[in-house]
T-cell receptor, first 114, second 114 residues
């Protein structure tokens, strides 16, 4: 399995501020996809954003943006203008071209404070 | 929302008993996956299927078997449950095996093995 590292087990952020969630990955595949999922306390897995390894621009989806640094093998998620509803566990995941299996990091818990 | 139903949603069983979890999809997607979620490990792939009667092992397949007799159903069986198999189990589906294809997840099954 590919190795995905999320070094921040838990983070606190003030409402309306931005927060960056770190993700690094290890792969030798020439092509791969990077994904972020959100898991609220209710337990479902919600897809947030996707970045292709050959994409020239960083992906954005509303308040979510992905800071992709290919040479550093990092794919950090930035949540802008945090809301109370952003409190959740966030998972970074990668799907390489060689076997297409989606591998996950350990996750980061984000708590948004009012 | 993707049409994925996992059953049961919760189950408590005793060590040594067989357990079968069911994943049912209405999307007619070819690819189906079983993951388990444990604290500190994120989601780890147990088994996956790339068509009817076509299955293969993931990274944590020991103690688990799967079957797929119809496109819409993917069963995960614990032949003799152990306490280490206490976990949250997620089924996921995907229309294609591609590095840019996201997975859609079911709501999860909380399994407790006493």
């Amino acid at each position: 399995a590919q190795k995905i590292t999320q070094t921040q087990p838990g983070m606190f952020v003030q409402e309306k501020e931005a927060v960056t969630l770190d993700c690094t990955y290890d792969t030798s595949d020439p092509s791969y996809g990077l994904f972020w999922y959100k898991q609220p306390s209710s337990g479902e897995m919600i897809f947030l954003i996707y970045q292709g390894s050959y994409d020239q621009q960083n992906a954005t989806e509303g308040r979510y943006s992905l800071n992709f640094q290919k040479a550093r093998k990092s794919a950090n998620l930035v949540i802008s203008a945090s809301q109370l509803g952003d409190s959740a566990m966030y998972f970074c995941a990668m799907r390489p071209i060689n076997d297409y299996k989606l591998s996950f990091g350990a996750g980061t818990t984000v708590t948004v404070r009012a | 929302d993707a049409g994925i139903t996992q059953s049961p949603r919760h189950k408590v069983t005793e060590t040594g008993t067989p357990v079968t979890l069911r994943c049912h999809q209405t999307e007619n997607h070819r690819y189906m996956y079983w993951y388990r979620q444990d604290p500190g490990h994120g989601l780890r792939l147990i088994h996956y299927s790339y068509g009817v009667k076509d299955t293969d092992k993931g990274e944590v397949s020991d103690g688990y078997s799967v079957s797929r007799s119809k496109t819409e159903d993917f069963l995960l069986t614990l032949e003799s449950a152990t306490s280490s198999q206490t976990s949250v189990y997620f089924c996921a589906i995907s229309p294609r095996d591609s590095e840019n294809e996201k997975l859609f997840f079911g709501s999860g099954t909380q399994l407790s093995v006493l």
